[in-house]
């Protein structure tokens, strides 16, 4: 059974940190690329990074960029989100996701996805 479970999500203040964690098991870790994407009601699911399956190669979208850092443990199969300087417009549900089609594309077409977790950022 494919199984992706995000997890660290939480209440902080605006300039604090959080670091999110994606459990992954299942299916072969190391040949998806993992994405983070988050999303407010009534907003579409965004894709805010990416990393590349092998070479971890990441990619940002320019609002989190300088701020959060994706990265990934294959031999643990686990993926994380590290989040500073946070601002109240980083308050999401965030998703982690694993995917075949590269990072260069930002939609939301990825094989699994793992249920949220919320991040409230309060100023």
């Known amino acids: 059974e494919v199984q992706l479970q995000a997890s660290g999500g939480g209440l902080v203040k605006v300039g604090g940190s959080l670091r999110l964690s994606c459990a992954a098991s299942?299916?072969?870790?190391?040949?998806?690329?993992i994405a983070w994407f988050r999303q407010v009601p009534g907003d579409l699911r965004d894709r805010i990074s990416c990393i590349t399956n092998r070479d971890g190669g990441e990619h940002y979208d320019d609002s989190v960029k300088g701020r959060f850092i994706i990265s990934r443990d294959n031999g643990k199969g686990m993926a994380y989100l590290q989040m500073n300087d946070l601002k109240p417009e980083d308050t999401a549900v965030y998703y982690c996701a694993a995917g075949l089609q590269t990072c260069y594309y930002t939609n939301d077409d990825m094989d699994y996805w793992g249920k949220g977790t919320q991040v409230t950022v309060s100023s």
């Open positions: 299942g299916f072969t870790f190391e040949d998806y690329h």
